[in-house]
Structure formats: structure tokens, C-alpha cells
């Protein structure tokens, strides 16, 4: 059996725990209480508190992590690797996702299965899928955590 380590951090959308195998970043769950277990810290927590903290200042668009998802098919773990391809800032359809897998006619149903089973939010950027017409769609998150990351990285608005 693999031992995870966490690290605690605060942010913008509440408390995040980051889960480490010491190989890669395995997991973050949203709503983590602020209190540290009594665990060692590792290279790649190290990290992720680092790149988490540009991140929510505003300093870093993209992650340089190592991951290590614990869970998830070949299917899921291809439609993650498409999330990962979504620009800072910009946003994509369930459908336009679906297209790029060259999935049928009900890909984007099957592609909204595999973005909410996503391990590892915000670093798999699961909150830039939106629906079809640009609306907010489910979020594991909650909708107001969703729709915080993506003002965030639009930043400020002019007027």
C-alpha cells in the first residue's frame, strides 16, 4: 500500500488538502480543514503549495507538477489530459471536448462523466469545461467555486 502525505492550503475558494504519494500529486479535495496532520512534507507538496500560491496571486498559468492520479480509466485519464490542454483563461465545451476525442453523438455526456471524476482539480483544469451555450455546468466544487477560478484567471474587469 502507497502512504500519502497532505499538505494544507488556503485560497480563495476555502480550505484545499493536497494528497502526495511522493511521486506525484495523487489528489486536492475542496472544503479541507486548515488543521496540518502530524505528516512529513515532500519535494512534490512542496511544490504544489508553491504553485498553488503563484497561482491564486496570479503569478502562474500553468503547473509544472508531477501527477499521480490514483483512479481513473484509460478513457478518463484521456479526457484529464484534454483538460490540461485548456488555455489559462479560456474556456471549452463538453462537445468541443467530445470532438477532440473523435467521440459520437453522445460524447459530451461521457466526457461530463470523466470531468467530474477528476482527482485533481484546479490543477487538471476541470472548471474551464462549460456547457454547450458558455453556461456553468456542474463543478465537484460547488458552481461559485467554479465560477471563481475562471474570474480569476480572466482577471480584472476594465469597467
Keep these: 500500500m502507497t502512504v500519502t502525505i497532505t499538505a494544507y492550503v488556503d485560497s480563495p475558494i476555502g480550505g484545499l488538502r ?3 504519494d511522493g511521486t506525484g500529486v495523487v489528489a486536492i479535495d475542496f472544503g479541507a480543514d486548515p488543521v496540518e496532520p502530524d ?20 503569478e502562474r498559468t500553468t503547473f509544472d507538477l508531477p501527477l499521480a492520479p490514483r483512479k481513473g480509466s484509460a478513457f478518463q485519464r484521456a479526457v484529464w489530459k484534454q483538460l490540461v490542454d485548456i488555455p489559462y483563461g479560456e474556456t471549452a465545451t463538453y462537445g468541443e471536448i467530445a470532438a477532440r476525442l473523435e467521440l459520437g453523438a453522445f460524447g459530451a455526456r461521457a466526457v461530463g462523466s470523466a470531468n467530474a471524476s477528476n482527482p485533481i482539480p484546479v490543477i487538471v483544469p476541470c472548471h474551464r469545461v462549460v456547457g454547450a451555450n458558455g453556461t456553468l455546468t456542474g463543478y465537484a466544487g460547488g458552481l461559485d ?5 475562471l474570474d480569476l484567471e480572466r482577471g480584472p474587469a476594465l469597467f
Design 18 to 20: 493536497i494528497h502526495s
Design 39 to 58: 505528516s512529513p512534507r515532500d519535494a512534490v507538496l512542496d511544490a504544489a503549495v508553491a504553485q498553488l500560491g503563484e497561482y491564486f496571486a496570479g
Design 145 to 149: 467555486r467554479k465560477q471563481t477560478l
